[in-house]
């Protein structure tokens, strides 16, 4: 009660608080998606610039502030830095004042902290990478159960969600399952790639942590979202190859110009070459699944009770309706 009231009268300090934590660990989350992928330490070296290699000074590595104050460039070297950084570092500050304005400060707090940071580097990870960092997925499926273990022990006040070893094996268990269900029937009936097992191992750890409901939830959300944007990308793309070549010309000068990265540019080059590669490039490898696992995880995390509620309650009204037809 007092740590309630606390938060309360001291909100704005501790939206301030959430938010610069948020952003510090959104800076060791863009050193995560740089370094995994080649198997590097997190730890040491310390940060470095990746085109010269010269050290970056502590002023020069303050989350958010020193990509604007440096304006996007290395101070040694002038080359750009992505907007990738203090987006990753703004989305986590997000996240974590997110957190507190729905969660406010209980033991459970910390574990939705980490929860959201993961599922930052998982979608920035697969994004760039396409690879789910195992580093994540491996050591978060136990840690999910002993969370549930801790939930059982603390109860519901606390703010665990998940009050059982079982709900949260069963997250496991399902979440993997369906997946690699899914796959299987990918490789061996439909015989195009599957999904992959990093998403058989990141929506068993979303199950750790959410419980059977949550990765049930996880996917259904996460196919909505993929469908959505994947339905809006192909529509945007027969648009743009209905465009005359002298148009597609200067969109594509006009590319160059401005400051896109390099993988946009590739991107757009192999969707626009022949229209039989299209469909493939499209299910197979442009859009990863795992940020919308990870989003989906998070809408959960955040809404997950509304929206059950909203689900039995619209499955009541309907239920309701059927009664009254012949
Ligand atoms: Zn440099």
New binding site residues.
Partial sequence: MELAELTQEGRGIFIVLFFILGAVTGSFCNVCVARWPHGQSVIKPRSR??????PIAWYDNIPLISWFVLRAR??????PISFVYPLVELITALLFVAVFLRFGLVPATPVYLLFCAAMVVVTFQDLADWTIPDEITLPGIPIGLLVALLGTFLGAESGFRVTSVLDALGGVLLGGGIILAMDRITVWVLRKPGMGFGDVKLLAMVGAFLGWLGAFATLMLASIFGSVFGLLLIMLMRRKQDTTPAQEASAGRQTSESSKTQKEKTDRKSLESGEEEEEITIEGHYLPFGPWLALGALVYMFFGPELIAWYIHRGAVLQGTTVYLP
């Fill in positions: 610039c990746p085109k010269c290699l010269k290395c101070r040694h070297c002038g080359q």
